[in-house]
């Protein structure tokens, strides 16, 4: 139910105990007022758009005057926004929507909230590479919150995927570097010192040798890949391809793909790497 007119029956119910589930607008309006019949289709317009997330209560004044004099209404239209059984917000006479949304905004859930409250379920539960799309959405979708990026950089570290968490991190203002940034930085610098293995040193210290050796370069690269260096692989692999865009017979470039496919669909590093494929061969 998304709107309901209020009578001395039902008031109870839906003005007191329903502000406990979720906010109760409350609009006193009578026929008479003029204000009120440019009001009233804004606010049953965006109780249908929000689909229950707030309840619309409509008191016709006149029917139901006692309800007015209780809650103080003294001119028409007068809002009032309940929750947990108080009046928490309102405003008298009639305001333009832009105005009134801003006012709900305030005791609403953020559209965000919802993949972001799935996201930290599939987390709490390891499913890391789940979490992440549903963290992508909400981090846009909530303008790009830095407590969500952390979130997205811990999934990272969690799959193993150090670089784009680093990448992540990055993007972290100052001021938003609080302790789970330094706990997530300093679990960067761990996996970076555990992860490398000899057979990963021995084909960097090739490569460094002979940094033509596009043979050794690919090598690298794979390894890399296996040892979760993501963008370093891609970074060679890319750069195997602009020197020879048909290596191994195509070999860099199946691999290229397929890293790029194994990040999933919406991974920041795969579009960034996509549009760098496709600027190099187009």
């Known amino acids: 139910m998304n709107i309901v007119d209020i009578n001395l029956e039902n008031a109870k119910s839906y003005l007191i105990d329903e502000s406990f589930q979720r906010p109760v607008v409350v609009d006193f ?59 928490v917000d309102g405003f008298a006479g009639a305001l333009p929507e832009v105005k009134v949304r801003e006012l709900l905004a305030k005791y609403l859930p953020q559209p965000w909230e919802a993949p972001l409250n799935d996201a930290k379920a599939l987390m709490e ?28 950089a811990q999934c990272h570290l969690e799959l193993n995927r ?11 203002k100052m001021a938003d570097q609080d302790g789970f940034y330094h706990q997530l930085k300093a679990q960067i610098e761990l996996k970076k010192q555990a992860a490398k293995t000899p057979e990963l040193a021995a084909l960097e210290a090739a490569h460094t040798q002979a940094p033509e050796d596009l043979s050794i370069r690919y090598q690298l690269a794979v390894q890399l890949h296996q040892e979760s260096y993501h963008r370093p692989a891609l970074e060679h692999l890319l750069e195997i391809l602009r020197k020879d865009r048909n290596y191994a017979e195509g070999e860099a470039r199946k691999t290229f793909t397929a890293i ?22 187009y």
């Open 29 to 87: 309006w009578a026929d008479w007022c003029g204000p009120c019949k440019s009001l009233m289709p804004i606010l049953e317009k965006l109780a249908n758009e929000y689909a229950g997330a707030f309840l619309l209560a409509k008191v016709n004044a006149d029917d139901q005057h006692m309800i007015a004099a209780q809650f103080g209404v003294r001119s028409l239209p007068t809002v009032m926004v309940m929750k947990d059984g108080q009046p």
């Open 125 to 152: 539960s390891g499913q890391y590479a789940e979490a992440l799309p549903l963290l992508r959405e909400a981090y846009d979708a909530s303008q790009q919150q830095a407590a969500i990026a952390l979130l997205m």
């Open 162 to 172: 150090i670089d784009n968490a680093e990448t992540v991190l990055e993007t972290i």
């Open 260 to 281: 790029i496919a194994s990040l999933g669909k919406g991974d920041p590093l795969a579009i960034e790497f996509q549009r760098r494929l496709f600027t190099l061969l």
